[in-house]
């Protein structure tokens, strides 16, 4: 969206976030953390205090004047000057009049505070750095700590499911879908019932102690034998004040992701974020700090120009990815990809034309020339292995209809093959 919209990527110098003049070298100060300048903003005729990051936003109308500059520039080289002192390329969007190059650039939640935020938490600061252990032969660490916990937790199933082995490789890694019910839910909301604390903050309770004791010998044994030796400088495993850290962040998404909103939520979350990041800059230092921490401070303002995550978040797109992704291609490549897609998108909504009036309509005659029209599809394509897939479609318009009577229609038709069954 950065590029479509005329913006230079995070890495660039000056211009490294496409709603704000933040500069690269502050993007993870404060300053560029905190709840910023106010301006008062009219959305749906409801006047409320937004604000963006400390630095001052950008302005959708300059952003169209630099892009049509950087159109009347002649030379290649001269492009390039002025897109590393400005961060701006020519879009075809810039022709829009009305269309807010800065505002309606979104940063999606979905990528920016699940697959960003929360995974940077959870994966590359806990279990990258074993901060959470699996369990050795001998001991129970803080990983099994963690599954004994989620085994008995019990979620509808709307609201989404954890592997069983979370945090090991045996679990796989998290879909953005379950880091939003992990982490608004179990890792956040399941409480012990020895005392009031929740997950994350009993298994500090229950480790830091021992990570302590760790550290405090790595230490001594680095200063005895390791500086010497050049080895490197041995870190805490687990740090007072994480697991506080994480219910902030826990807190704030979830007002964010919530299916409604109220507006003065907005400076709840902003300062919960607020807290949120500059805890963990502290804590893991602002090297560990990515791009994404810093767009997240624009979040808030996107949910009173669109509305709740669930208008605008990048969840139906990567839907829509995952259906392109699964379209046969037999891995052609060079100008015939496009044709076997389209062979296979064609063929796909062929059956799904046949078998849907089957399913939903009962009606005998009608069902009768649903059939034959299926048969016939099957017998053209000639590929019946090809077509196993549909099998669990097939089996469901089975339990739609009498099975004796589908039995009698297939007889009429000899030999034929029909989703790997045999029809005598
Ligand atoms: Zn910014």
């Not at 106010?38 to 952003?63: K, M």
Request: proline share 5%; glycine share 6%.
């Amino acid at each position: 969206m950065c590029k479509l919209c005329g913006f230079a990527d995070h890495g660039h110098i000056v211009a490294p976030c496409p709603k704000c003049h933040v500069p690269q070298s502050e993007l993870f100060s404060d300053k560029s953390l905190q709840d910023g300048i106010p301006f008062t903003s009219c959305v749906l005729s409801i006047f409320v205090d937004v604000s963006i990051s400390g630095y001052p936003a950008r302005d959708g109308e300059r952003h169209r004047q630099l892009c049509y500059q950087y159109a009347a520039l002649k030379t290649t080289k001269a492009r390039e000057e002025f897109f590393k002192r400005h961060g701006v390329r020519w879009t075809e969007f810039a022709r829009l009049k009305y269309f807010d190059l800065i505002r309606y650039t979104v940063i999606d939640p979905m990528h920016n505070l699940l697959l960003g935020v929360a995974k940077t938490q959870w994966y590359t600061q806990w279990i990258q750095t074993k901060t959470l252990r699996a369990d050795t032969g001998l001991y129970h660490r803080e990983l099994s700590f963690i599954h004994k916990f989620l085994a008995s937790y019990e979620a509808p199933q709307w609201a989404g499911h954890l592997p069983l082995r979370v945090g090991e490789p045996a679990g796989g890694s998290l879909s953005a879908d379950e880091y939003k019910f992990a982490v608004t839910g179990p890792w956040a909301i399941i409480v012990s019932p020895l005392n009031s604390r929740t997950l994350i903050p009993i298994v500090w309770e229950r480790f830091l102690e021992e990570a302590n004791q760790d550290y405090a010998k790595a230490k001594q044994n680095y200063n005895k034998i390791g500086r010497a030796k050049g080895e490197s400088k041995p870190f805490p495993r687990m740090v007072e004040g994480e697991d506080e850290n994480f219910l902030r962040f826990a807190t704030a998404l979830k007002i964010i992701v919530g299916r409604s909103i109220r507006l003065e939520k907005l400076p709840r979350i902003k300062s919960l974020l607020h807290k949120y990041l500059t805890t963990f800059s502290e804590i893991y230092g602002s090297s560990e700090m990515k791009p994404n921490h810093h767009w997240a401070v624009h979040v808030p303002d996107q949910l009173v120009d669109f509305g709740p995550v669930y208008n605008f978040w990048a969840f139906f797109t990567e839907r829509l990815n995952k259906l392109l992704k699964n379209i046969n291609s037999n891995n052609w490549t060079g100008g015939e990809l496009e044709v076997s897609m389209m062979r296979e998108f064609h063929r796909n909504g062929a059956v799904d034309s046949a078998v849907s009036p089957m399913i939903y309509l009962n009606c005998s005659n009608k069902y009768s020339q649903a059939c034959r029209s299926y048969i016939k599809f099957f017998l053209r394509a000639k590929d019946h292995a090809h077509l196993s897939w549909k099998q669990n479609l097939f089996s469901s318009w089975l339990k739609e209809i009498p099975t004796q009577q589908c039995l009698e229609r297939f007889r009429t038709l000899p030999n034929t093959v029909v989703c790997g069954i045999r029809i005598a």
